[in-house]
């Protein structure tokens, strides 16, 4: 019996000791796969990715850069007047022929004057008796037989004649209207015998010869004008631009519309520009025969200024630039860049620090354009190196 129980024992010690071992061994396996689980998913996380950039580039381009300012102007006579009579009167003689040339002085409308040369001639008998007065008591006044009185009496009654005189003398002279400049005489809308009242139109003069060009400008072009600088004129019906100057510019800025008005003149020999016409002006505001012109595109705003990213020794380098105009799609680099250095066109979005490697490729602009490509290609070959 007693050996029946042993044998029983030891029949389950060893079924519970084939348990445990197989226990044991399932353990091993499962904490074994937990265990080098982490250390694999993490060499498959940290798999190498590519460490640069693809970006565009291409050489600055050093050409001759001009910007243009184009405005709208008219012109104006150098000098304007429209004629009008000083006295009153019925015209007697038109002296002119509408739209000709006339000389400073010609004589050119006549009032009546009858009337007037009439009172000249009284004034000048009285001026004349006047003077035979007061030259009387000045004798007697010498001789001490005269009082002074008298004298005084009669040589402010000569001065009074005398300025009489002269007044009727230059009223008859205002009844003949002259030129008062050389210049072109418009249209006449007067007649003989036509009564005018002192302000009355009578006829436009005008000196076109040079003329003169009113235009507005920005505030902002105000530091790149000076006196003496050139301008190109061109009007609408005429095949040539004409040369001009600028003359004069206005004393203060004009607070609403944040402009200066500018006034040039341009040679008018022929006389064939008429003041009212309008003209489209233009001024070289900058002229520069080696600039270094970038494409528009390659600036980049960072931190408040304007950069470009050029490529030195296969690293794209932030640098700070100073644009001095645009055109065309191109910006005129003033600092910052040489006539040497290639620059990033596309792919700067990317660039997350300073002098990360790039991998580079020519511009599509320059494919597109047709280019030749062997001066971009060996430059880069050699920063590859």
Known sequence: MREKRLFGMRKHFHFFWKVALVILIVGAGAGSYFFFRPVKEQTVKKKPTADFVLVEVEPVKVQKFIEDLVVVGSLKANESVVLRPEIEGKISEILFVS????????KLVRLEDNILKAQLKEAQAQANLSKLDYERAKYLVEKKVGPLKEMQKALATYQAHKASLQAAKEKLAKALVTAPFEGL???????????????DDLVVIEDVDPIKVDFN????????IKKGMPVKVKID????????????IDARVDTINHSIRVRASVDNPSKNLRSGLFAS???TLKEDPTAIMIPESAVEQRKGEQVVYRVIDGRAVET???IGGRKDGMV??????????IIITAGA?????????VKTIPSSRLKKKGKDMSRIVEKLKKEAK
């Open 320 to 322: 700070p630039i100073t």
């Open 332 to 341: 005129m680099i003033e600092e910052g860049l040489f006539s040497y250095d």
């Open 349 to 357: 979005s990317k660039i997350h620090f300073n002098g990360v490697p």
């Open 237 to 248: 019906g005429f095949s040539k631009a004409y040369d001009g100057v600028i003359e004069a």
């Open 99 to 106: 739209g000709t040339h006339v000389e400073r002085g010609d």
């Open 185 to 199: 005489i418009g249209l006449r809308d007067v007649s003989v015998g036509a009564y005018l009242r002192p302000g």
């Open 217 to 224: 400008i920005g505030e902002v072009y105000l530091k790149n």
């Open 281 to 283: 002006v233009t001024l």
